[in-house]
C-alpha cells in the first residue's frame, strides 16, 4: 500500500527474484479519467486481486509479454495488472541505463479546470523545453513573477501554479511576456465541461506548439474537422480520445484525426500494452507524450520507461510538488543537461 499525491491508498508491489534482490513499484491514478482508460479499483480491493491470483504468477520464469498476457486474462483491474506489470519490468532494469536521446519536456506552469482554480477554464498551459536546466530556470522565473506582482495563487494538483481569478487570457499573457519564442502547449481537457474556446483567435494572438484534447472523445466530426483545419499549424494530440489503447488510436487515425498521443501505462494496464500502443503511434508518424497522472507517486520508473521508448515529449507537471520533482531529479541522474 502507497499514498497518492492526493493522499488516497494506491498499490504498491514487491517482488523478490530467485536471487533475493526485491523491487518495489508503486503505480498512480487520474484525476481526469476518459472512459476508455482500464477499469480501476480501491487500492485495498486490487490488493485483494493481487493476492488472489499470487499462486498463477509466483516461481514461474516470465518474460514481460508472457507475463502481461497471463495478467489480462486474468480479467482483474488495471491498476492491480500495472502493479505487478511495472514492478517486472522495473526489476528487469540490472544496470543503470544510458540514454542516448532525451525528450522535449512539457513544462507545466499554469493549471486549471479540475486539476486547480476553475477560474482557469484550460486544465494545463505548458511550455515546451529542450533542456532540464532552462526549465528550472524558468520555472523559478513564473514563481519571481507572481511574487512580485503580488499575484496570490495556490499550487495545483500536478505542482503547477493556479491563481484564483486568473482566467485563461491572463495565463497566457504572462507566459509571452516572459517566456518569448517558446512554444505553449495547452491541454484543453474538452472531455469535460469548458467554455467555447476561439481556437483561431487562440492560435493568432500565441505560440502554440500542441493541443491536447480539444473536443470529447466521442465528438469524432468535430475532431476531424479540427485536425483537417489545423494539422499543418500545431500538433494535435489525443488522450482521453485513445487513451493509450491501441485499438482507439487504430480509430483516431480512420479518418486520421490526431498527429501525436500521450501515453499513460495506467489507461492501459500492462508495460506490453502500452509499448504496443507506442509501436502504432510510431509506424502512424505519430508524436509519442510520456505523461504522469494527475494522482502520482514519488516512484519515477515511468521517466525510464518514456526514455526505453525514446519519447518525443514527456509531461512531468510543474516542480511545487515532491512527486513531480522525483521525476525531474530521475531526469538529471540520468544526465539530461
Not at 494506491?10 to 508503486?26: L, Q, R
Not at 517566456?179 to 467554455?195: C, H, P, Q, W, Y
Not at 479540427?226 to 480509430?251: M, S
Amino acid at each position: 500500500m502507497n499514498l497518492s499525491s492526493m493522499g488516497n491508498e494506491t498499490v504498491e508491489i514487491i517482488i523478490t527474484d530467485d536471487k533475493g534482490h526485491a523491487t518495489i513499484a508503486a503505480v498512480p491514478a487520474g484525476i481526469s479519467a476518459g472512459k476508455y482508460e482500464a477499469k480501476t479499483i480501491t487500492a485495498r480491493e486490487a490488493i485483494a486481486e493481487i493476492e488472489r491470483v499470487r499462486g498463477t504468477i509466483t516461481g514461474k520464469d516470465w518474460d514481460q509479454k508472457t507475463l502481461d498476457e497471463h495478467l489480462v486474462s486474468l480479467g482483474i483491474a488495471g491498476n492491480s495488472t500495472l502493479a505487478i506489470s511495472v514492478t517486472f519490468w522495473k526489476s528487469q532494469l540490472t544496470e543503470e541505463p544510458k540514454y542516448a536521446k532525451f525528450p522535449i519536456l512539457l513544462l507545466l506552469m499554469f493549471e486549471g479546470g479540475k486539476h486547480g482554480n476553475e477560474s482557469l477554464t484550460i486544465q494545463e498551459f505548458t511550455i515546451q523545453e529542450s533542456l532540464l536546466s532552462e526549465a528550472i530556470v524558468d520555472f523559478k522565473l513564473m514563481r519571481k513573477h507572481l511574487k512580485e506582482n503580488n499575484i496570490s495563487t495556490t499550487v495545483g494538483v500536478e505542482g503547477a501554479f493556479s491563481p484564483a481569478g486568473f482566467g485563461n487570457d491572463d495565463a497566457l499573457r504572462i507566459i509571452k511576456e516572459l517566456f518569448t519564442g517558446k512554444k505553449i502547449s495547452l491541454d484543453v481537457a474538452g472531455s469535460f465541461e469548458n467554455e467555447n474556446i476561439n481556437f483561431d483567435k487562440l492560435m493568432a494572438e500565441n505560440n502554440i506548439g500542441s493541443i491536447e484534447d480539444p473536443y470529447d472523445e466521442e465528438a469524432w466530426a468535430k475532431w476531424e474537422e479540427f485536425y483537417n483545419k489545423y494539422k499543418e499549424k500545431i500538433l494535435i494530440i489525443g488522450d482521453d480520445l485513445t487513451a493509450t489503447n491501441t485499438q482507439r488510436i487504430n480509430k483516431a487515425l480512420n479518418p486520421r484525426v490526431i498527429s501525436g498521443v500521450i501515453i499513460k501505462p495506467n489507461q492501459n494496464g500492462t508495460i506490453s500494452g502500452t509499448m504496443e500502443a507506442v509501436r502504432t503511434a510510431r509506424e502512424n508518424d505519430l508524436k509519442v507524450v510520456f505523461s504522469h497522472r494527475g494522482e502520482d507517486t514519488d516512484d519515477d520508473w515511468l521517466v525510464d520507461l518514456a526514455l526505453t521508448a525514446q519519447a518525443d515529449y514527456v509531461k512531468f507537471g510543474g516542480m511545487e510538488r515532491g512527486e513531480r520533482i522525483a521525476k525531474y531529479n530521475r531526469l538529471l541522474e540520468l544526465g539530461m543537461k
